[in-house]
Structure formats: structure tokens, C-alpha cells
């Protein structure tokens, strides 16, 4: 157990709709990052919040958004979901923004 | 460009059959690079983290070591429950991104 908690674990919507997914640190950890995995293709890096503010920017859709709370948990706002979108959804998080990355145990999302 | 690139893709080893994983990375002067271990369906595991060119780490029947352009994972006598995917990962100077290799399926057979 990595201490990231991450709800809900499984998602299952329809395309256009929106989904928010949430994700809770380890205790200490200023950082927050987010991955999107699919079968066909590795952890593609989203997004990073540190301390509430935004710290790197990745393959980030513009129909996705995230923020980070003044308590340190984070949620992933996916829009306008299409199919493509079925994917593992993994947060991360580290006590700064060089260090070591603990993983939760993701969100599975299905798009029907 | 940041890259990181895995080789093999798979891997199936008998159990005892020491091998090693590679990945090799380009990137803009490297802040650090990370080995995970991911099982089917649950988040990646943290292993190793290397930070500079002859670094060494050790665990268990797992030994990381950092070069240049490429970092090694080395698995020895392995046992069925060392079967997963292992996934290299680095961070670059500039930025904050974090690049992932698409990973190394291990299946080890008893």
C-alpha cells in the first residue's frame, strides 16, 4: 500500500458525458501527478500540481482539467468523454516535484 | 526530444535464469531515473532511483545500475512472483515531466 488513495475504482459512463475522479496523497506529500495508461500505450503524463498550483503540463486533452485543493488532494474533471478515453487513470505523488513517485491504486474508466 | 525506450518488450525466463532489462533514454541532462514494478491492473511500484552515471542499487534479487545513455535492471535467480511488467521512467533538468518507457513484460516459469 502506497498510501495514495485514489475513488472511485471503477467508472462506467457514456460518450459526452463528465466524470471527475479524486485523488488523495500520501501524508506529507506536496506534489501531485497524473497519468492516463491505456492497453496500446504506456503511463502518458497528464498533469502536476504542487501545493496547489500547477507545476508541469503533459498530452493533457483540453477537455480535461485538474486542480489541487488547499488540502492537498487533487481531482481529474474529464469532459465531453469519447471512447478513447477508456483507460487506467493513475495518480501519483511525491513530497516535492524531483522526487520519487508514489502511485495509487488508479481508476479504471470505461466510455460506452 | 525526451525519450525513453525499453527492451525487451517480453521476457520469459525459467526459474533461476538471471537476465537483464535495458532502457535507454535521450534526454535534455538527467535529473533521475526511476524503476517501477507494476502488476496487471494496480498502480506501479516504486523500486530504484538513480541519479547520476555509475550509480548502483540493490534489492533483493534486483540490482539497478545507471550509465550515460542507459540504465540496466538486473534480475537474479528469479522466482515466479518476480513476473510482471517493469517500467523505467526519467525526469530531465528542464521541466518537470516525468517520461515513461512503454515497459518489460517478465513472466518467469517455475
Known amino acids: 500500500d502506497s498510501g495514495v488513495t485514489q475513488t472511485p475504482k471503477h467508472l462506467i459512463t457514456a460518450t459526452g458525458q463528465r466524470v471527475t475522479l479524486r485523488c488523495s496523497p500520501r501524508?506529507?506529500?506536496?506534489?501531485v501527478y497524473w497519468y492516463q495508461q491505456s492497453l496500446d500505450q504506456g503511463l502518458q503524463f497528464l498533469i502536476q500540481?504542487?501545493?496547489?498550483?500547477?507545476?508541469a503540463k503533459g498530452n493533457i486533452l483540453e477537455r480535461f482539467s485538474a486542480q489541487q485543493f488547499p488540502d492537498l488532494h487533487s481531482e481529474l474533471n474529464l469532459s465531453s468523454l469519447e471512447l478513447g478515453d477508456s483507460a487506467l487513470y493513475f495518480c501519483?505523488?511525491?513530497?516535492?516535484?524531483?522526487?520519487?513517485?508514489?502511485f495509487g491504486p488508479g481508476t479504471r474508466l470505461l466510455v460506452l | 526530444e525526451d525519450q525513453v525506450t525499453q527492451s525487451p518488450e517480453a521476457l520469459r525466463l525459467q526459474e533461476g535464469e538471471s537476465s537483464s532489462l535495458n532502457c535507454s533514454y535521450t534526454?535534455?541532462?538527467?535529473?533521475?531515473l526511476f524503476w517501477y514494478r507494476q502488476d496487471p491492473g494496480k498502480g506501479p511500484e516504486f523500486l530504484f532511483t538513480?541519479?547520476?552515471a555509475g550509480e548502483e542499487k540493490e534489492k533483493e534479487r534486483l540490482k539497478a545500475t545507471l550509465t550515460k545513455k542507459e540504465s540496466f535492471l538486473h534480475i537474479t535467480a528469479p522466482k515466479p512472483e518476480d513476473s510482471a511488467t517493469y517500467l523505467c521512467?526519467?525526469?530531465?533538468?528542464?521541466?518537470?515531466?516525468?517520461?515513461f518507457g512503454t515497459g518489460t513484460s517478465l513472466t518467469v516459469i517455475p
Open positions: 501519483a505523488s511525491s513530497v516535492a516535484s524531483s522526487e520519487t513517485q508514489y
Open positions: 501524508s506529507g506529500d506536496l506534489s
Open positions: 500540481y504542487y501545493n496547489g498550483e500547477e507545476r
Open positions: 534526454v535534455s541532462g538527467l535529473r533521475g
Open positions: 538513480l541519479y547520476s
Open positions: 521512467a526519467v525526469q530531465a533538468n528542464t521541466g518537470n515531466q516525468f517520461y
